[in-house]
């Protein structure tokens, strides 16, 4: 593993925590929202194309360290404590 990976190897809100999630739900719900209820004039497209956007890049993650674990997981090396 990298001493220093580089910037897009981590999310940009990774030091929130789980914080990160008070932050993105209220607003998606309100983009949603405003999209279902007010007509097409008001409603704001642009603020809505960034869920996609971020499922996208959750499932990439996703997609990407199962692939990684598999190996893993269905290998027959074992961990052997020798001392």
């Known amino acids: 593993m990298a001493s220093k990976p580089g910037i897009l190897t981590d999310w940009p809100w990774k030091p929130l925590g789980s914080f990160k ?11 949603i929202y405003s999209f279902v209820v007010k007509d097409e004039k008001e409603s704001d497209v642009s603020s809505l194309a ?5 499922s996208w890049r ?26």
Do not use: C, E
């Open 50 to 54: 960034l869920f996609p956007f971020l």
């Open 58 to 83: 959750m499932l990439h993650n996703q997609l990407w360290i199962s692939l990684s674990r598999h190996r893993t997981a269905k290998g027959n090396n074992r961990i052997v404590d020798r001392h």
């Open 21 to 31: 999630y008070m932050i993105l739900v209220p607003m998606i719900t309100d983009t």
